[in-house]
């Protein structure tokens, strides 16, 4: 419900794990996306080069199983004016990954990015070394996502995604 509701209200979104716990992340995605009647493989089949999949609403949607670099990429690739909406967390400063807790703070994620942003104006080097950072990170979620198997993966009638994909 809430990705229906993002992609329809949104220009840019981006959909990430909050708390797997036990649950693949990808399952996790699969389950947001499915509410566009899409999966994991679709999104991957059908985005751009910029990592980014256009929708019939001229609206963009980007996909990664990490929430760090999903924030970081809300945050660089805002603009003036903007808003960006982190939402999910709350107070809490963990992430669970099966019996794992990794620290992850929302708030603090988007002040980090943005200390980061400015040092990198600062050095003259805009976005590029973020950006191909994030071409890295991509392409090993690709690699991860491309492994993972989507229940009924085979059923080319269960996505109607490449029928939007532009």
Known sequence: ?????????????????????????????????????WTVQD??????????????NGHKLFVHDSRRLAVWAAITM??????????GRGHETYQLLGNKRTYIDDKEECREALRYLKKLHLADQ???????????SMMSFFRRATVFQTPNASDKNNSNLMQHAK
């Open 1 to 37: 419900m809430m990705t229906k509701v993002a992609t329809d209200r949104s220009e840019i979104i981006i959909l990430t794990s909050d708390n797997p716990k036990s649950e693949n992340p990808f399952n996790i995605l699969n389950d947001m996306l499915s509410a566009l009647g």
């Open 43 to 56: 999104y991957i089949r059908c985005c751009g080069e910029d990592f980014f999949l256009s929708l019939p």
């Open 78 to 87: 805002a603009e003036e004016d903007d808003v960006v909406v982190v939402a």
């Open 126 to 136: 805009g976005e590029h070394k973020y950006m191909m950072a994030v071409q890295e």
